[in-house]
């Protein structure tokens, strides 16, 4: 089985949100965490070949990383009442998410990463 570089960056940015999540269910914002944690898990199972048999791939994963992209932006803007409320960790998910979305829909075309 060969991974791309492309399933790596996801994989790393799934890893960054769902890191993210429970750092923030810690700290006490658990509502909007708790769903990051859920859609996180689920877009890494995605990646699991088994469920690739099940699922369709690229409508499992286009879809949860839009819904993870849109959790991240919400735990962005309700950063919390701590002063350091993990804002880098946050911003780091939100661009590879981000990148990935762009690059796994086809609106960039980067040779070596496909």
Not at 7 to 25: P, S
């Amino acid at each position: 089985m060969v991974i791309s570089l492309l399933t790596l960056i996801a994989i790393l940015g799934g890893v960054l949100a769902l890191v993210d999540g429970i750092i923030r269910v810690r700290r006490g914002n658990a509502v909007i965490a708790v769903i990051e944690i859920i859609v996180a898990a689920l877009f890494l199972i995605a990646f699991i070949p088994p469920l690739a048999a099940i699922i369709p791939v690229a409508v499992a994963t286009t879809t949860l990383a839009i819904i993870l992209l849109i959790v991240l932006v919400i735990q962005l803007v309700v950063r919390g009442t701590t002063r350091r409320s993990g804002i880098a960790l946050t911003t780091a998910a939100i661009i590879i998410i981000a990148f990935w979305l762009i690059v796994a829909l086809g609106w960039l075309s980067i040779p070596g990463l496909v």
